[in-house]
């Protein structure tokens, strides 16, 4: 059993329905798995966690290539003035790292 397998599995027997669902959305990315992630968006709409809710929902609607989900996780996140700082971070991650500068 994985460490994050250890973790849902302690955090479904005992409610922790948060922790439950992000160990869902983590599995689920790193095993590009459509159900996971399903599972942690229907808890996290349950539980009332729109801002990870709507990150579920993009990383979803990637993973399955549904434009529509995309689009609307997009949309969330930018009402909820998340989509400006993902997509800096996103644009980080995609410039290579600058060594010393030498003269």
Known sequence: MTPIEEVLEAATASGMRVVEAQARRLRGVNRADASDLRESLRLFEEIGADRYAARVRGELG?????????????QELDELGELECLNRMAAGRAEPE???VTP
């Open 98 to 100: 600058k060594g010393p």
């Open 62 to 74: 990637r993973l399955t290539d549904d434009v529509g989900l995309t689009h609307r996780a997009d």
